[in-house]
């Protein structure tokens, strides 16, 4: 449980590192953009780094570490794409998350 929640904490800490500055269009310079986006991925690192190690010393594996990161990525990314960026959720975001969600399952089938 506390790899999960630090994969969702970092998870968090990167999609705004990866999208804040779409909010309000382009006008932003990109230096500023990229030095800001930095400074708020070291956070997410501080948060993933330990999520893995806790997650590799009780016993999953790095597949089964990435899809899950995978699957907190999708559902934080599109919890943002639509409070902050005020995008709709299709279809085709729905499928995605379902096939990310089978990827998960088989790897943990038979642990």
Request: overall charge positive.
């Amino acid at each position: 449980m506390q790899t999960v929640l630090l994969l969702a904490a970092s998870n968090i800490f990167m999609t705004v590192a990866w999208y804040w500055h779409l909010k309000g269009g382009m006008s932003k310079p990109l230096v500023p953009v990229i030095l800001i986006s930095w400074g708020i991925a070291f956070v997410e690192y501080c948060l993933a780094v330990p999520a893995n190690r806790i997650g590799f010393a009780t016993g999953w594996s790095a597949g089964q570490l990435k899809v899950v990161q995978e699957a907190i990525a999708l559902v934080v990314f599109g919890i943002f794409m639509v409070t902050v960026l005020g995008e709709p959720l299709h279809w085709r975001h729905f499928a995605a998350f379902g096939c990310i969600m089978a990827a998960v399952a088989f790897l943990f089938v038979g642990r």
